[in-house]
């Protein structure tokens, strides 16, 4: 590739970084920090499921948490979150370290919980292992917090109940909600599919230390707690400020000048902004699934002969045999048509 070809590539794929929604993992200090924008992938899966604002919303939250948790994974593996509120919904969502998001919503009488908890499990899916990594929590519900609260907590008594993030801090962001607070801004004349105005979150995680002795080893898990803490502090500060909306500021600039410069300059004024940035990946994300019709045509090849006969005698009807079958992806509400002759190539293999 020509230098004239490259620095055109690297132009293209900083336009689409500022553009589209993005996942940043860095190393900060003795510190990790995750940074998701994820207003389009909240809207993406709005337009498939033909969610309401409110339904986006609801999801939106799990699906930011769960990107945030996968940012810190490499390769194949995947978060999958399922989350019950209350009797409110269940959200279901799968993220990649590679910046992929899918997931559902379910809020079927049947799916609803008439608990007063927030229940969220985890399932660390890696690559090349035959059963996921399974963990569990539950946190009592409050009437003066609301859903993206609700998540953020739940999210972060998992962190804390977390071998690997007990040194942790987990922040959601959501425009909408936000700027109804603090500008009095209605939103009843905007399309009910169009989501929220912005949405995104931070992860920030100690790093640890290999190889220093227990003493030095602890002193400084203890300071890298105390500046999380007063990150945390710091953070809950500057978003009581009525004046400045602190989290819309930082999504807005991401836009602008990039997920990076945005995040630097917000943390600058933190407890971290005395350590230097480094190791930074930044990767576009998207509501997207690896679906394909051919896994659905291996699942039905695993059913007995007699089921995909019944199948196809349902099909058919007694027609010319061109009948189809839409097999309907729970991750993402594609439609993948399932004709006649599929199976009938099933029974003849």
Known sequence: MSKSSSTA????????????????????????????RTTNVQRNAGKRWHWSKEQISNWSHCSTATLLLASFLTGEERVRARMMMGHQYMGVTEAMSVGEVRGSLDATPEALALNKEVQLTIDKILYGATQPFISSIAIPMSSDKNNRQHTQLAYQEYLNKSEQGQCSRIVLLD????????HEKTLATEDTTSGNEWSGGIMISSLGHVGMSKENGMASANVEKEVIGAFGEWWDEEQQQKATLFGSDFITMSSQVGMVDALQNMLSTSPLGSYDMNEVRVRSCDFHCRCAKEQFLAKINMLPVSDIVSIMNDMSDGGDGEDSLDLMCHHCNQKHPMLYEDLEAMLSS
Do not use: W, Y
């Open 9 to 36: 590539f690297a132009t293209l794929r900083q336009a689409r970084l500022l553009k589209d929604d993005t996942v940043l993992r860095c190393n900060i200090g003795p510190f990790n920090i995750s940074a998701v």
């Open 175 to 182: 425009g909408a909600e936000m700027a109804t607070h603090h």
